[in-house]
Structure formats: structure tokens, C-alpha cells
């Protein structure tokens, strides 16, 4: 056996020191929230806990689950969700694909106006302008629609169709009488499930999260995502912890900010749990296709 070099040790100790660490960081704010959603919010406020449950009640999770303004929340985070992921898959890949064929009139001028958007924005403003002439205020549209591409995700896809797809396999399609659409769907899709599933990804986890466009163009809150039903629950405990201040009936008051302390973990545990469901099936295709254009062969 060839024996480790001192130096070598020492690194490999600090490097797994360094690996621990940062996974403690990030696995305590996780297993927090599970404690307290399950947790007496009393427990939790005067921070007697920090890591273990105590108190254990479940009363946050059957108000969640019997709460029809949080389900239906759930439902339209979902929707626009599925629906903000397919609009993004259809308009990102096409379009990588084009650009990723040298024979493309004009490519280098339209990767130039794409990369311009990048710096430049048109601000919140005429966004709201747009959508409202589009006639999309108040409607599913406004969340799925103005985002429909990102031009970082069609330059990685472009990237991946450049080096992992050989020409020499397009070309052959071409001879055998293929067109250019059935190249794409019958050949080079299928070839791209790493980079499909690292879009639906970054795309789905996007609009899982997306809580602005919903706060700016909708006002019906039969339409309000699930992430703003949230950001309601936070604003009505700080209201309450106000109120409660100033002195205002501090008993039912009290009782409004236990409600919501009891509601608020319980809500991230749910609405988290899809995309940690999810990830771990991705996580292969995840991993190949951050390391787009590292490895040539």
C-alpha cells in the first residue's frame, strides 16, 4: 500500500471537518421546522426548543389539512406549478436547439438580443403594463405566462445539445429523410433526459416558490398561490405580536398568535414536502447535467 502523505491526511481530515460542518448548517434549520410544527408554540417562542419536540401536538397539521383556504392554495401552487413548467420546457428547448445548429440564419444576433436581457430589464412598472394590456391581471396567465424562458436555462440547454448531441447522429437523420422536427422529438429528446429533468427542476422549484407575481397581479384569492397564504399567516402573527404589545385584549389576541404560531411550521413542512419527494428521483439526472461541458470525450 502506498503510504499517505502527511499533508495529505491533514487535508483530507480539514476537507470532511468542512463537509460536516456545512452539513450540520444546513440539516438544523430543516430539522427545526419539523420540531416545531409539531411542537406547543409556547415551546418554541420562549426557545426551550431548539432541536428535540416538546409539547408534542399535531393540532398545526389538522388546521392545515382542514383549512379550505390552504388547500386550495395547495392546488393552485400545483397547477401553475405543472402548467408554468411544461410552458417553460416548451419554449426553452426548441429554442436551445435552434440555436444550437450552426446552419442557423441570424444566430449569432439572436443569442446577442437574448444575452442582452440578461443586464438589462424593462423593470416592475412596464412588466405590469404589459401583462395588464395583455388583458393577464388577475388571471392564471400572469403567473406562468411572463416567465416563460430564462435565458441562463436556454443557454446551459443550448450548451448541452452542443456538446452531448454528435451532429454526425443529426446528419445521419437528415440522409434517412428525417425533418428538422422529427430530428428534435424522435432523436434529440430522447438522447436529452438529463438536461429535460435539470429544467423541469430549476423551472418547477421556480414556480413552486413564486410568491411576487402573485402579489402583483392577482387580487382574487381564489387564484393566490400557496406561498402567499403563507406570507399572510406570517404577517397576521406579526400583527398579533403588535397587538399584543399595545395591550389590546390580550387573551384572544394571544390566542390568534398561537393559532398562527401552530399554522406557520406546519405549512412549510407541507408545502416543502413535494420537491423533497421529488428531488431524490432527479438527483442522477440532476447531478449530469450541472456537470454540462466539464468532461469532453
Same mark, same amino acid.
Given at each position: 500500500m502506498i503510504k499517505e502523505a502527511r499533508s495529505d491526511r491533514i487535508f483530507d481530515i480539514a476537507n470532511k471537518a468542512l463537509v460536516w460542518f456545512f452539513i450540520l448548517i444546513?440539516? %438544523?434549520?430543516?430539522?427545526?421546522?419539523? *420540531?416545531? *410544527? /409539531? &411542537?406547543?408554540? &409556547?415551546? !418554541?417562542? *420562549?426557545? #426551550?426548543?431548539?432541536?428535540?419536540?416538546? $409539547?408534542?401536538? +399535531?393540532?398545526?397539521?389538522? #388546521? !392545515?389539512?382542514?383549512?379550505?383556504?390552504?388547500?386550495?392554495? %395547495? #392546488?393552485?401552487? /400545483?397547477f401553475y406549478t405543472l402548467l408554468g413548467t411544461l410552458i417553460n420546457l416548451a419554449v426553452t428547448l426548441p429554442c436551445a436547439y435552434a440555436l444550437a445548429r450552426q446552419e442557423l440564419v441570424g444566430r449569432v444576433a439572436i443569442m446577442g438580443l437574448l444575452i442582452f436581457?440578461? +443586464?438589462?430589464?424593462?423593470?416592475?412598472?412596464?412588466?405590469?403594463?404589459?401583462?395588464?394590456?395583455?388583458?393577464?391581471?388577475?388571471?392564471?396567465?400572469?403567473? !406562468?405566462?411572463?416567465?416563460?424562458? *430564462?435565458?441562463?436555462?436556454i443557454i446551459v440547454t443550448m450548451t448541452f445539445f452542443r456538446v452531448t448531441i454528435p451532429r454526425a447522429l443529426e446528419e445521419a437523420a437528415e440522409i434517412d429523410g428525417a425533418s428538422v422536427f422529427r430530428t428534435f422529438f424522435q432523436?434529440?429528446?430522447p438522447l436529452s433526459a438529463p438536461i429535460v429533468a435539470v429544467m423541469a427542476l430549476f423551472y418547477g422549484v421556480g414556480h413552486w416558490n413564486q410568491y411576487f407575481a402573485g402579489l402583483i397581479f392577482l387580487s382574487d384569492r381564489e387564484l393566490f398561490p400557496l406561498q402567499l397564504i403563507l406570507r399572510d399567516i406570517l404577517i397576521q402573527q406579526e400583527m398579533t405580536a403588535e397587538l399584543m404589545i399595545q395591550g389590546a385584549n390580550p387573551e384572544a389576541i394571544g390566542e390568534q398568535a398561537r393559532i398562527a404560531? !401552530? /399554522?406557520? %411550521?406546519?405549512?412549510?413542512?407541507?408545502?416543502?414536502?413535494?420537491?423533497? /419527494?421529488? %428531488?431524490?428521483?432527479?438527483? #442522477?439526472?440532476?447531478?449530469? $447535467?450541472?456537470?454540462? $461541458?466539464?468532461i469532453k470525450e
Amino acid at each position: 500500500m502506498i503510504k499517505e502523505a502527511r499533508s495529505d491526511r491533514i487535508f483530507d481530515i480539514a476537507n470532511k471537518a468542512l463537509v460536516w460542518f456545512f452539513i450540520l448548517i444546513i440539516t %438544523y434549520p430543516l430539522i427545526y421546522i419539523l *420540531s416545531a *410544527s /409539531i &411542537s406547543d408554540p &409556547s415551546y !418554541v417562542n *420562549s426557545g #426551550r426548543m431548539w432541536l428535540i419536540p416538546k $409539547g408534542i401536538t +399535531f393540532e398545526g397539521f389538522v #388546521r !392545515v389539512f382542514n383549512s379550505t383556504e390552504i388547500w386550495n392554495g %395547495y #392546488r393552485n401552487t /400545483i397547477f401553475y406549478t405543472l402548467l408554468g413548467t411544461l410552458i417553460n420546457l416548451a419554449v426553452t428547448l426548441p429554442c436551445a436547439y435552434a440555436l444550437a445548429r450552426q446552419e442557423l440564419v441570424g444566430r449569432v444576433a439572436i443569442m446577442g438580443l437574448l444575452i442582452f436581457t440578461m +443586464f438589462f430589464d424593462g423593470g416592475l412598472i412596464p412588466t405590469y403594463l404589459l401583462v395588464r394590456d395583455l388583458g393577464m391581471i388577475n388571471t392564471i396567465w400572469a403567473m !406562468v405566462i411572463p416567465g416563460a424562458a *430564462s435565458v441562463w436555462n436556454i443557454i446551459v440547454t443550448m450548451t448541452f445539445f452542443r456538446v452531448t448531441i454528435p451532429r454526425a447522429l443529426e446528419e445521419a437523420a437528415e440522409i434517412d429523410g428525417a425533418s428538422v422536427f422529427r430530428t428534435f422529438f424522435q432523436i434529440v429528446l430522447p438522447l436529452s433526459a438529463p438536461i429535460v429533468a435539470v429544467m423541469a427542476l430549476f423551472y418547477g422549484v421556480g414556480h413552486w416558490n413564486q410568491y411576487f407575481a402573485g402579489l402583483i397581479f392577482l387580487s382574487d384569492r381564489e387564484l393566490f398561490p400557496l406561498q402567499l397564504i403563507l406570507r399572510d399567516i406570517l404577517i397576521q402573527q406579526e400583527m398579533t405580536a403588535e397587538l399584543m404589545i399595545q395591550g389590546a385584549n390580550p387573551e384572544a389576541i394571544g390566542e390568534q398568535a398561537r393559532i398562527a404560531n !401552530v /399554522i406557520k %411550521y406546519a405549512v412549510m413542512i407541507v408545502s416543502a414536502a413535494p420537491l423533497l /419527494i421529488v %428531488y431524490p428521483f432527479l438527483q #442522477r439526472f440532476f447531478i449530469k $447535467g450541472v456537470m454540462i $461541458g466539464s468532461i469532453k470525450e
